[in-house]
């Protein structure tokens, strides 16, 4: 019976990104802001948004990150849609940063060191290609940094394998639900937040700490 007991916690507090919330107006698409004057964006996908969102926006200099659905071929795809892997898409963040604060090679490191990025199509107990790792360029310089940044993790082996991130051209992010945007902070309690995503969080914290903003350093 006690092994039953420990089976059942451990099913409920691994459970996957997908059925880690109560399905609710799921219909309800945040929405997607223009980027205010000298302001640059980012786009990566690396596992559950809930807690790359988090870890993107505690970076100095970040002033928004937006959850949503890249890499595919629906046209405002919605969670569920997402979930069952015919639209291709990734869950992704798209980072709204000031530049003259954050550079985009920072922000590059801090990607890799929000997942684990040698990992294919699979974070922890998320599995499948909605979940992949995948970073987006707007320009050949974006590119080249990505490129870059992936030859210094994996010379300094902080992975035991290789990167296996994809690297693709910026096409279209589409926003997801309102409920997924600042999902990590309200939902502290839960069992995959805490189990799964606020380890993430932590883990971030520490590689990054220099470039935090001040009340998320220790």
Not at 14 to 34: R, T, Y
Not at 55 to 74: D, H, I, P, R, W
Not at 88 to 116: G, L, M, P, R
Request: one cysteine or more; aromatic letters at 12%.
């Amino acid at each position: 019976m006690k092994k039953l007991i420990l089976y059942i916690a451990g099913v409920f507090l691994f459970v996957g990104c997908a059925n880690g919330q109560p399905k609710q107006n799921e219909d309800a698409m945040a929405s997607l802001p223009k980027p205010k004057a000298g302001e640059a964006i980012a786009t990566f996908g690396g596992g559950c948004f809930w807690s790359m969102s988090e870890a993107m926006s505690e970076l100095k200099g970040v002033n928004k990150v937006v959850s949503g659905y890249a890499g595919g071929n629906t046209k405002n795809p919605t969670y569920e849609e997402v979930s069952t892997r015919t639209t291709n898409h990734a869950e992704t963040v798209q980072v709204y940063y000031d530049s003259k604060v954050i550079s985009y090679a920072t922000i590059a490191d801090a990607f890799f060191f929000a997942h684990d990025p040698t990992t294919l199509n699979r974070q922890g107990p998320d599995e499948g290609t909605d979940y992949r790792s995948i970073a987006f360029y707007r320009t050949p310089e974006e590119k080249n940094i990505l490129l870059a940044t992936i030859k210094k993790v994996n010379q300094s082996k902080h992975y035991n394998n290789p990167i296996v991130t994809q690297v693709v051209p910026f096409t279209v992010f589409y926003a997801a639900e309102n409920y997924h945007q600042g999902y990590y902070k309200t939902h502290l309690d839960q069992p995959y937040i805490a189990s799964v995503s606020t380890p993430k969080v932590m883990k971030f914290r520490k590689a990054m700490a220099v470039d935090l903003k001040p009340e998320f350093r220790k």
